[in-house]
């Protein structure tokens, strides 16, 4: 079994990880490495632990670089994380911010606890009982602060959250806590 | 430009049809993706219970499967496994028909609720050794899919040695892909050098057979046909060994040490090797190099010998060992590129998988290990073998990566075979 992603440790969020994207887009200047600035900026909190497979490697999870495209004045980074906990995730974005006004995060949780009936509730959609439970729906969360949707897919018991997060938004692992106390079965 | 690159990346989702399973999910899936067993079901349509109770359905697969099956007489002709070799043959028409649900049920579970989707960019991986008409079946698939449920935009096949090359950043590299039915062993050097790839006709499922003969012998005959108990046998006992006489003889001496009791979870029943636990390094061994003496005897007693088969232009190897395997392919590619691809082997796939005991560390090994003692004994030094991370999702991690990189526009292109065929704007 996967320890992974594991939604029964509903209150231990930090002993969980993640896999998921982070982008945001920077002023271009010439000779800044943004993705080095980034890993510094990480390493000033986490143990820096080399590159593996690609990945730069850090106690609490590994970053890698997906794809960079290059616009007029700016450029825009795409970047992948795995083996997050969500206190990296929360230094990686914390990083992003460093060199950004906005960043979006995107990551899934996936596990039979999750309660897409309290997903409804919470999001304030209704479920009549009418259509098909099984059914993919997607809500925005009222979340203070952050401006967070969810698209639900029952079929595959799996959640994928994409956040828009700016310096004053909560902090991913704030996200995780009020949704894991919110939609997970008890 | 940018909205169309920006959608890609959104919705970019990668199918694996693996031998056994199909992988399949959007990035989002994160590194695990959905699997449904590569499997269809065509019910008895003339059954009274489906003209009275359902709307019949003409090809069932997914997680339901199981609750359609009838009488196990019809299994053979009625379940089918489409790619059993990795390859359908241009007129199985039946095979084609699964695999078309198969795509659609893996795209509707994740087709989301969202007005703005206009379907997923989807990447395919399909086995090295598959011809042009494989690909050619398959977008007419996607076309008609588009189509009817609006879940593909736009879609492109790789090979799945690329993509595992891809998902572990590797630009010159040997892939040595090894699901259920077969193994691929496939030169890299910036894209696959198709001449130069070894098909063996040999996977885990010839494992399976092995641990079958096996239970036979320890007399549970009864518990040896039925194929899910055998697999769950063998990924609980089988081991590699470093060195299979040695491994077999210390064993015999010493079968306490060696011994290991297997309980069905939620059963009643258990199996225990005793004196026989030299057996468990059979299993390993067979998938690396059936051609000991000691698997003789199963052969005599009417277990089948991996066969040299043709499928499509490509002639599989039955008894190959694994370390030849890859000596023949590499020797195919240029001499000075030689030396750099025995510098990386990656093994992928659910086959290469497998139990490691610490107590047993002098005789039992690890698949890369393994690999390493096979091309020594063929004067192959300075080897670099390593598992692919995840090696049952890492051909599916490709496809969502490479998915993610190549542009939005760069479209298919026969002579290179690459780039997005486009089916909805």
Same mark, same amino acid.
Not at chain 2, 112 to 118: H, L, V, Y
């Given at each position: 079994m996967k320890k992974t992603r594991n939604t029964r440790n509903r209150d231990k969020i930090g002993y969980l990880k993640y896999t998921g994207t982070l982008t945001f887009s920077s002023e271009n200047r010439s000779r800044v490495n943004l993705v080095h600035d980034l890993v510094r900026s990480l390493a000033e909190y986490q143990r820096y632990k080399g590159r593996r497979d690609g990945y730069y490697s850090f106690t609490s999870g590994q970053v890698t670089l997906l794809n960079e495209v290059q616009l007029d004045d700016e450029v825009k980074l795409y970047l992948e994380f795995k083996s997050a906990r969500p206190r990296f995730i929360d230094l990686l974005v914390e990083a992003a911010l460093k060199q950004a006004e906005e960043c979006i995060l995107a990551f899934s949780i996936k596990g039979d606890s999750i309660n897409f009936k309290a997903l409804k509730e919470v999001s304030g959609l209704?479920?009549?009982?009418?259509?098909?439970?099984s059914e993919n729906f997607n809500v925005a969360l009222p979340l203070e602060g952050a401006s967070v949707k969810v698209a639900a897919y029952p079929k595959a018991s799996m959640l994928s959250l994409l956040a828009s997060l700016n310096r004053e938004s909560l902090k991913p692992s704030e996200i995780l806590r009020i949704l894991f106390r919110k939609v997970l079965k008890k | 430009m940018m909205e169309r690159e920006e959608y890609k990346r959104l919705y970019t989702f990668g199918i694996d049809y693996g031998t056994s399973d199909v992988k399949f999910g959007p =990035?989002?899936?994160?590194?695990v993706p959905q699997i449904t067993e590569n499997r269809g079901y065509l019910p008895d349509k003339e059954s009274i219970m489906y003209k009275a109770f359902e709307v019949p359905r003409d090809i069932v697969v997914g997680r339901d499967l199981p609750l359609y099956l009838q009488s196990s007489e019809d299994l053979s002709s009625r379940? /089918? %496994?489409?790619m059993r070799n990795g390859v359908i043959e241009k007129d199985d028409e039946k095979a084609w028909r699964i695999v078309e649900e198969l795509s659609r049920y893996a795209l509707n579970i994740f087709k989301? +609720?969202?007005? +703005?989707?206009?379907g997923f960019h989807l990447v395919a991986s399909l086995s090295s /050794?598959?011809?042009r008409y494989m690909y050619e079946r398959l977008f007419q698939i996607y076309e008609r899919i588009a189509e009817e449920?609006?879940? =593909?935009?736009a879609a492109t096949i790789i090979p799945q040695p690329l993509a595992v090359a891809i998902a572990h950043k590797a630009t010159t590299c040997v892939v040595v892909e090894s699901g259920h039915g077969n193994t691929q062993v496939c030169p890299i050097s910036? %894209?696959? =050098?198709r001449n130069a790839i070894v098909a063996v006709n040999r996977g885990g499922g010839d494992a399976n057979a092995l641990t079958s003969e096996i239970l036979k012998d320890l007399g549970y005959g009864d518990l040896a046909r039925q194929e899910s108990f055998v697999r769950a046998v063998k990924e609980h006992i089988g081991l590699i060994p470093v060195d299979l006489d040695k491994a077999v003889e210390a064993a015999k001496e010493d079968s306490k040490r060696f011994n290991i009791r297997f309980k069905v979870p939620g059963t009643r029943i258990s199996i225990e090797l005793g004196?026989? +636990?030299?057996?468990?390094?059979l299993i390993g061994e067979y998938i690396f190099n059936?051609?000991?003496?000691?698997f003789q005897s199963y052969f005599t007693r009417g277990m089948s010998k991996p066969k040299d088969v043709r499928i499509g232009n490509t002639v599989f190897r039955g008894m190959i060992d694994f370390g030849e395997a890859i000596l023949e392919s590499v020797e195919r590619c240029p001499i000075e590129l030689q030396p750099h691809l025995y510098r990386q082997i990656l093994l992928s796939g659910g086959n290469f998988s497998w139990r490691q005991v610490e107590e047993l560390k002098e005789y039992a090994t690890d698949a890369p290990t393994k690999i390493r003692l096979l091309l020594k004994g063929w004067d192959i030094t300075n080897v670099k073998a390593s598992m692919a991370e995840a090696p049952q999702y890492s051909v599916w991690r490709g496809c969502v990566i490479y998915g993610y990189a190549v542009?939005?526009?760069y479209e298919w292109n026969w002579e290179r075979m690459e780039g997005w065929k486009k089916f909805l704007e």
């Open positions: 209704v479920d009549d009982g009418v259509g098909d439970e | =990035i989002t899936c994160g590194e379940l /089918i %496994y489409p989301p +609720a969202d007005e +703005a989707f206009k /050794i598959s011809p449920d609006g879940t =593909i935009r910036r %894209y696959p =050098i004196e026989n +636990a030299w057996t468990r390094f059936p051609n000991h003496e000691v542009p939005e526009d």
